[in-house]
């Protein structure tokens, strides 16, 4: 198993036994990633299973290490297309066909590493980006990495947007505008927060308002466990309220500030806020809910507006990483 | 785009103008699926977003119209694998390596298509299988199938079984062991019963007896939002509680009926029912959780414990279309 070669100063000097990296201490500061659970340092092996590794079969803090951007998104193809752009836009060595999935042994969900950035897959709805997100912070975690922020990018309705407008999410409400998620544990429902980190939404603006080519808002947004009879649509195969229904819904949503709405922000923002991590969203809307329920944009047009959390992005990490001022 | 060639005989003799056919009350007879949405009758056209599919793009009757057995799963390779075993199996003309994904424009679900047979993928978590269900019901529906049975086969954790159990649902339960799926519509929690087929499971067990090469089992099927917290692992990134509190948990759940876990029954259950199709779910037990979390059986063994819903379906299938006794 080989890593790509570290484009960032790694501050990792030796890679401990990996039975025992855990258990030190000394690792666990404040910049670091909190797994939230006592008895992974019990385990003599953790399998993610779904990303298909594992703590004894790959050396995790060698292939991972320097991350400091996780991005993730729905579609496995756009966060390959993601990986690549991110690739020419830090203008890094080798080519972009060399990247390849590195869980490419289960077809549950694709990962691609380009130097400080990882870029992964994660499916429809909060089950499934919430299996993806507990690997994933155990993998940042065995792997030591520090200072990282995660970013969802992806699609949604809008709600009161003009088509192709990008929001970076303010607060991630639930179907009831609640900025809270109800994670089941042992059957007994527990609240979290869904609490993102104002900070880096701030300097997302910040970048929009720099790059001036589409429009950008900050707003809530809704994270529903349905894409049809949750959102109000009125074209599924079951449907039994009306247009007036629906637009009343719609309506009271946008009052309590909801301006898109998607399926995976608030588990996002809980686990990320359960485990200390900084965390984004950014997501362009396809349509104004307002206007219609199916998207009937022609596939180039919808491909430009896909790439836009894309581009907003890039450029924050390429601030962040000094490449631009 | 052309049809495979049918296997069965098609009792449609012309395909009505597309724009009208969905009017046709004649069509709506007692074994056709029943679309709950008076909506539908007053588009013009309907886009099957993430299936690729539209009614104005596609000619669904006749690309659909013979199908009676509709199968869907979490992974998209085994899907895939599963249609190429089901034309062996029916022994059809052509090669599986013609065998190409309907839905291959987009990523979201891959789709494919052998004889009666329909296969599909629906990634993991109820609202990932629930935006597949409503545009595949809706799909059936423009094509006018008659006498469709669902069915999802699928891996699952079991709870007091040895593993490579396969169980056929009695019960699609919730965490809190009750056969219900809540769904929310406008901001309003509904409740639908996730009742499934008694007859189609009861046909299944018999099959089952008939192959006697593995074991299969009929239970309860908990269905989870979560793999983690809501399954009661303790090799999560997020765990709160004991060893001992997950075990009473598991306990609760046996002594309930539940005989293995997995992550989308209800929702199959809830949406099949609603829209009068016949269903069933066939998943099998990858490990005992009495035993452990950690998926940690070698791949060959999982490959071949995978294999056993499909074998049971395939048998299913075969007696149903008379090709054994």
Redesign the interface.
Known sequence: MTAMAPILLNNMVTVPDQSEYSKHEVFHTADQVH??????DT?E???L??LNLGTKTHNLPEMFGEIKFVCVG????RMKSFAQFIHQELDLPGSIDDITDICEGT??YSMYKVGPVLSISH??????I??M???L??LV?HARCHNVVLFRIGTSGGVGLAPGTVVVTDKAVD??FRPQFE?????KVIIRSTELDVGVSKELLQCSSELNNFPTVIGNTMC???????Q?R????????S?E??LE?LR?AYNSGVRNIE?ESTVFGA?CH??GIKAAVICVTLLNRFDGD???TPHDVLEEYQQRPQVLLAHFIKKRLGLIT
Chains 1, 2 share one sequence.
């Not at 797994?35 to 992974?40: A, C, G």
């Not at 729905?74 to 193809?77: F, I, Q």
């Not at 499916?123 to 499934?128: E, F, N, T, V």
């Not at 529903?224 to 949750?230: A, I, L, N, Q, R």
């Open positions: 797994v939230k659970n006592p008895h992974l385990m092996e953790d399998i299973y779904h729905g579609s496995a193809n077809d549950r499916g429809m709805g909060c089950p499934s919430s299996i997100l507990h690997e912070i155990k975690h179907c009831f994670q089941v544990v042992l059957g529903t466990h349905d894409f049809y009879e949750g109000g009125l074209d599924g195969a079951l449907c039994s309220f247009t229904d629906k819904y009271k399926m686990m359960a485990c199916q998207i009937s």
